[in-house]
């Protein structure tokens, strides 16, 4: 079982490309973890290391990451999380 | 069978989401058609009336484009279009 993590910040970009796009990978042969940084704020340093740089982004394996469409930056997701 | 387009320019970025991303998403529940702009050019202004503004773009539906990381702008496509 392969698998990829979806890293998002719950805004409308995110969810559109969560509806569409998680639904089609999650299959037989792939799991996607689902990570909300604002309510897990502890993940944001994890999605950086991977280089993520802004949400949603979707990380099949290190340094790999796919950014889609654009929703906030990183910077923008650590404010929210202080919130 | 759903179904997605996955619109591409054979470029370094493009191949990379490929690699990943399509492999993950074609299985039981959906087919993918990859289209290369480049060698399709016929094919630009249905994937501009989808809202792709740049590629690697993956179309669900219509108007709903993931636009993945940025290879090159439709712009940047038709030049290469015409060699």
Redesign the interface.
Known sequence: M?K?IFYHAGCPVCK??EN??ID??N????EVETVHLVEKPDRIAEAQRSGVTSVPA?V??PN?P????FGASMADVRKLAKG
Not at 27 to 30: A, T, V
Not at 66 to 69: C, E, Q, R, V, Y
């Open positions: 392969k990829a559109h490309a569409d796009l089609a990978i299959n037989d042969l792939y979707l099949f394996g790999a796919l950014h889609i469409n």
